[in-house]
């Protein structure tokens, strides 16, 4: 005989689950005490929306499901934040709720909340376990549909009495992962567009990746010379330093890449869904019916087609995808060698930071710095806003699993992601890139570093406003400031109040001492940028797009 709550961390052992982050609450006291007698860590965080970013930083990195925990009411609606962003990144993440008790429910008791309506367009699938003996099977439900095709959240909530139920049931067993491989058939109708080409381009994104995979990849584009690119936010597919490597898709794009790909006759989009920042609002390729020829390959048929109609639909994982695509090679040099060369040049130069700028503090040598001073394995997690633009742009990744920021857009991701990240690598250094808006969304997490030991470094980028909202501001309705100005505290202070390191940064000669004095801090550090703000963007000043120049 097992309570529900012993039944749930009986499922999770099974499915080899190390960690989970939670924020306490009485409404899942029985799971709480369960985990007491697991291997199980539990990180408790200060915020459920920095639980469940926590979490699903985890299922980014890893490709198995991030687990959050939460209580009901406020604790599962702070945690949407971070469910947003599991399912437009399309990372495995399973939130377990707390639930009022089975015998008060549709009486709107004290927080009670419909998960199913509340969740029901964001998650991947939502479950309510009114019966403990039920568990194993439910559970193991929620692994699998988080994990196979497109990869998302599931939400299971657990009313607090079907907790405490002694139950008589099966043991948990292990969800099983599922592959889906193309055919020989999809593999040589590739090869056959391929060889008709002019101008293609290789686009990689998305999820259901692994470092095999990705090596396998980039020495198919390297046999066959095809210029690439990633999508947005996803630069850690491929080294930006492969010959083929031409940069990354969305928010800012390379013009001259972008009008490439306008131009291009032949795109094989490998692993992601291509939306709106990534295709420039739809503009790269145009829905429903791209210029050029497409072939697009995605883990979920349900997927393709739904936006875009391909030349070839391929409905496989990325990974099964590049180990087959990775047995092919050309019958002779490519007609576009010269392009992909060229491409790469342009990226280069694209990349490199600007030395000047304006105010006491130069980005474009700090960016300089981090690039040579930062290990290749280093892991960088930001938010969202301007100030995400100068490691976006500047920072050439090198290694898979070096980024985890989010493709939605969100801010406040930072922070929470760094803690999850060092965790999963105590060994590899974490850098959090943030701004001052950003930062104060979920930087309460910083004390959860603390508590774990995580010590990861924290860039703050502080230039008092709301960066990307100032700069569209000024180009719409310039010199009419309106709810986006900032007061904030000394970062640097609020670090050492922590107890962490703190310095602050006026100079751009000061950036350097500072960073190595918070590596050798042995602690979290933030390192705080006072940053002028008409700095707003790498080559254009807030004066320049309030006058449109």
């Keep these: 005989m097992r309570t529900g709550g012993q039944l749930i961390v009986d499922c999770l052992e099974a499915n080899g689950v190390e960690r989970i982050y939670s924020v306490p609450g009485e409404s899942y006291l029985a799971v709480l005490d369960a985990l007491h007698d697991s291997k199980i860590a539990n990180i408790v965080c200060r915020q459920e929306g920095g639980a469940a970013m926590m979490a699903d930083c985890e299922g980014r990195l890893t490709g198995r499901p991030g687990i959050c925990f939460v209580t009901r009411g406020p604790g599962a609606t702070n945690a949407s934040a971070g469910i947003h962003i599991s399912r437009q990144d399309s990372n495995p993440v399973i939130l377990f709720v707390g639930q009022v008790a089975r015998g008060n429910l549709e009486r709107e008791a004290f927080q009670e909340v419909d998960y199913k309506a509340f969740y029901g367009s964001i998650a991947k699938w939502v479950v309510e376990i009114d019966d403990a003996a039920r568990i194993p099977e439910l559970v193991t439900r929620a692994f699998s549909v988080a994990t196979s095709g497109r990869?998302?959240?599931?939400?299971?909530?657990?009313?607090?009495?079907?907790?405490?139920?002694?139950?008589?049931?099966?043991?948990?067993?292990?969800?099983?992962?599922?592959?889906?491989?193309?055919?020989e058939a999809e593999i040589a109708a590739t090869i056959s567009l391929l060889e008709k080409a002019q101008r293609p381009f290789v686009i990689l994104g998305g999820t259901r990746w692994t470092e095999k995979a990705v090596n396998a990849m980039c020495g198919a584009l390297e046999r066959w010379n095809l210029p690439v690119g990633c999508s947005f936010r996803r630069q850690a597919l491929c080294d930006q330093f492969h010959s083929s490597y031409a940069g990354d898709l969305g928010v800012g794009i390379n013009p001259k890449l972008g009008d490439y790909i306008k131009s291009a006759d032949l795109i094989l989009l490998v692993g992601c869904r291509f939306g709106e920042m990534p295709s420039s609002d739809y503009s790269l390729l145009k829905s429903p019916y791209p210029d050029q020829q497409l072939v697009h390959v995605y883990p979920d048929p349900h997927e393709l087609g739904r936006v875009y109609r391909p030349t070839v639909a391929i409905a496989a994982t990325p990974a099964a995808f590049a180990h087959a695509f990775a047995a092919t090679a050309p019958k002779a040099t490519p007609v576009w060698a010269n392009r992909t060369a060229q491409l790469h040049e342009d990226y280069l130069a694209w990349s490199t930071p600007p030395v000047d700028g304006p105010g006491p503090v130069k980005m474009g040598p700090i960016m300089a710095f981090l690039e040579e001073n930062l290990p290749e394995d280093a892991i960088i997690a930001n938010g969202a806003g301007n100030f995400a633009v100068w490691m976006h742009r500047y920072h050439r990744s090198r290694r898979f699993n070096t980024q985890a920021a989010p493709t939605s857009g969100s801010m406040g991701y930072g922070m929470p992601a760094g803690v999850a990240a060092k965790l999963m690598n105590p060994d590899r250094e974490v850098i959090v890139w943030a701004g001052d808006g950003d930062f104060l969304m979920h930087g309460q997490e910083f004390a959860t570093a603390l508590q774990y030991g995580a010590n990861v470094i924290v860039v703050i980028l502080n230039n008092g406003i709301y960066g990307t909202i100032r700069m569209h501001q000024e180009r719409e309705y310039p010199g009419r400031v309106s709810g986006t100005s900032l007061v904030n505290p000394d970062f640097a202070a609020l670090a050492r109040a922590y107890g962490g390191h703190g310095e602050a940064v006026e100079t751009t000669a000061e950036f350097a001492p500072a960073f190595e004095r918070a590596r050798a801090s042995g602690r979290p550090s933030i390192v705080e940028i006072r940053l002028d703000p008409e700095a707003i963007t790498p080559t254009r000043t807030l004066s320049d797009i309030r006058e449109k120049r």
């Excluded at 990869?151 to 099966?170: F, N, Q, S, Y």
């Design 151 to 183: 990869p998302g959240p599931v939400v299971v909530a657990l009313p607090e009495d079907m907790l405490t139920d002694k139950v008589e049931t099966v043991s948990p067993l292990p969800f099983v992962p599922v592959e889906s491989a193309p055919g």
